[in-house]
């Protein structure tokens, strides 16, 4: 079974994008997101959505099993 949150988590970290960008970005405090990404805190359709927009990915990518195209090609040219 995969989590939302672990999923933001791992595309969060892929991507470089630190917690504290997405909280300020989300108008919350870095706490909020420490919460979040421990899945202590539920998100919304809407903070779902911001998130997504943040990380620049398709929401339907946090409930998948594989990453999105765009990821995967990011992170080869990393490699």
Same mark, same amino acid.
């Given at each position: 079974?995969?989590?939302? @949150?672990? &999923?933001?988590?791992?595309?969060?970290?892929?991507?470089? #994008?630190? $917690?504290?960008?997405?909280?300020? *970005?989300?108008?919350?405090?870095?706490?909020? @997101?420490? &919460?979040?990404?421990?899945?202590?805190?539920?998100?919304? #359709?809407? $903070?779902?959505?911001?998130?997504? *927009?943040?990380?620049?990915?398709?929401?339907?990518?946090?409930?998948?099993?594989?990453?999105?195209?765009?990821?995967?090609?990011?992170?080869?040219?990393?490699?």
């Amino acid at each position: 079974m995969s989590f939302v @949150y672990l &999923k933001i988590e791992e595309i969060r970290k892929r991507k470089g #994008v630190t $917690k504290s960008h997405i909280a300020r *970005s989300c108008g919350h405090t870095p706490q909020w @997101y420490s &919460k979040v990404s421990k899945g202590e805190i539920v998100l919304d #359709v809407n $903070k779902l959505e911001l998130i997504a *927009s943040i990380l620049e990915e398709d929401v339907k990518n946090f409930f998948d099993n594989k990453l999105s195209d765009t990821l995967n090609l990011s992170i080869k040219k990393l490699a």
